[in-house]
């Protein structure tokens, strides 16, 4: 009999990282479920353990707890958060805490990982990018940027990694109806009084609608597992629906004016400014 592999998860306490943790322990794995709002102990058949990404620390005392349940055979980096703003009123701190918990968190877990993962001769890492790591949505600028910065970093791992049994995926979902709202603050700046305030109210209620009628998060959950299960996994798997799809190839393959007009209009109901 094979023996049970292991998973260890970040941003396993809500949204897709929790729908995703459980689809791989239904699934066989062993999961080992990291998140801050964990203390420690069993849960619903993971084990769960404190996590922050932010800090190396709690990341060492992460992985070295983990390890003595069981070595990664794979790593599924979930933690992410957003803050809301007009590029010009999100303040340089609140880019900083975007890029610190969705990119930099994710760097700091792999310099962990890939050790243990080139010692014992292989292993998967999986890491959350999102469309906003392949087209810009307005007033998502700092989680646009710290997906789009996963998107260049995972290029090169991917390139690095391979001699060493290590295999590299990016998943880039679109609008799943699985994400709170206690991680998408505005940024302080952020008022009525904003010049901004008409076009940034019209496009976070459509952010907000495109999210609570997202796909389903346990269908993406269930995927990633059957896909983690294969030998050979795919570099991107892009998880959306149609329209999201199409809006990818709009934007990669039409010029930068008419994919500005047809996001301006969808998010701020408004045509090119003049
Ligand atoms: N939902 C969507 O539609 C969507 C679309 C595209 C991409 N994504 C990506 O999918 C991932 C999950 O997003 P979501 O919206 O489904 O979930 P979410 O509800 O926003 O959950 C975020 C998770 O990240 C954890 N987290 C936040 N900061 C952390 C830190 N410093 N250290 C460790 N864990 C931290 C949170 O747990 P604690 O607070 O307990 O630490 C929580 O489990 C993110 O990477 C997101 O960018 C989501």
């Known amino acids: 009999m094979d023996r049970q592999k292991t998973v260890w998860v ?16 239904d699934g066989g794995w062993r999961v080992i479920a990291g998140a801050r709002s964990f203390d420690g102990g069993e849960k619903d058949g993971m084990f769960c ?30 933690a992410g958060m957003l803050v809301l703003g007009s590029c010009e009123e999100t303040s340089a701190e609140e880019f ?4 610190d918990t969705n990119y930099l968190g994710m760097v700091r877990m792999n310099r962990e990982v890939l050790p243990r993962m080139r010692a014992q001769g292989g292993g998967k890492i999986v890491m959350f990018s999102s469309i906003n790591g392949l087209m810009g949505i307005p007033f998502q600028s700092a989680y646009t940027a710290s997906k789009h910065a996963i998107e260049g970093y995972a290029e090169c791992l991917m390139l690095e990694a391979k001699p060493f049994g290590i295999q590299v995926m990016l998943v880039e979902p679109g609008d799943h109806r699985s994400g709170s709202d206690k991680y998408r603050p505005h940024a302080a700046a952020m008022s009525e009084k904003s010049p901004y305030a008409a076009e940034y109210a019209s496009a976070t209620a459509q952010i907000h609608h495109d999210e609570t009628n997202g796909s389903d998060p346990d269908k993406l959950g269930r995927k990633l597992a059957r896909t983690l299960d294969r030998k050979r996994i795919p570099f991107r798997k892009r998880i959306a629906s149609p329209d999201q799809h199409l809006a990818v190839y709009i934007h990669r393959f039409l010029g930068a004016r008419l994919n500005a007009w047809i996001l301006r209009k969808y998010y701020t109901g408004k045509e090119q400014a003049k």
């Open 49 to 78: 353990l404190r996590l922050d990404v932010t800090d190396e620390e709690s990341i060492r005392e992460f992985c070295r707890r983990a390890e003595e349940i069981a070595p990664p055979d794979a790593l599924v980096q979930c």
């Open 10 to 25: 970040t941003g396993a306490s809500s949204g897709l990282g929790l729908h995703t943790a459980m689809a791989l322990r």
């Open 96 to 99: 900083r805490r975007v890029m």
